[in-house]
C-alpha cells in the first residue's frame, strides 16, 4: 500500500477519487497541488467539497457518469499564472457499473512550452 499511495503522490497531477455513493474516498499529496485537500474531506459529499457557485456543474457531471450519459468530461481555467486542466472520469468495473468518479487536475502551461524534440537525456 506504501507503494501505491507514494506512487500516485509522484505522479504529476492531482487525483481525487469519489466513489459510487458520492462520498470522497482519496486524493493524491503530491507536491504541488493544484487545489489544495486536508484530510477532513475525506468521508465527505463531494457536493460538500466545492463552492456554491460550481456545486450545480459537479452534480451534474455524476449525474451523466451515473446514467451512463457520459464517460469523461473536461475543463480549463487560467489560475495564478497556471493554466489548469480538469478532468473528470467515471469509473467503471469490467460489467461496466458505476463505481465513481476520478478527478485528475494538472497544470498544462509546462507542457504547452515544450518546442522541438527530446530523443535522449542530457547531461
Known amino acids: 500500500m506504501e507503494e501505491v499511495i507514494s506512487m500516485l503522490d509522484t505522479l504529476p497531477f ?8 458520492d462520498v470522497v474516498k482519496y486524493f493524491s499529496q503530491g507536491k504541488d497541488r493544484v487545489f489544495p485537500r486536508t484530510k477532513t474531506i475525506i468521508g465527505r459529499n463531494v457536493s460538500n467539497c466545492h463552492p456554491p457557485a460550481s456545486v450545480h456543474i459537479v452534480e451534474k457531471i455524476v449525474e451523466d457518469f451515473k446514467s451512463g450519459k457520459k464517460d469523461q468530461e473536461d475543463f480549463w481555467i487560467n489560475m495564478g499564472g497556471k493554466y ?4 473528470y472520469y467515471a469509473v467503471r468495473n469490467d460489467k461496466k457499473e458505476y463505481l465513481g468518479v476520478l478527478e485528475v487536475t494538472q497544470d498544462i502551461k509546462p507542457i504547452q512550452e515544450i518546442t522541438g524534440e527530446k530523443r535522449l537525456v542530457s547531461e
Open 14 to 21: 492531482d487525483i481525487t477519487f469519489v466513489d459510487k455513493d
Open 84 to 87: 489548469i486542466l480538469i478532468r
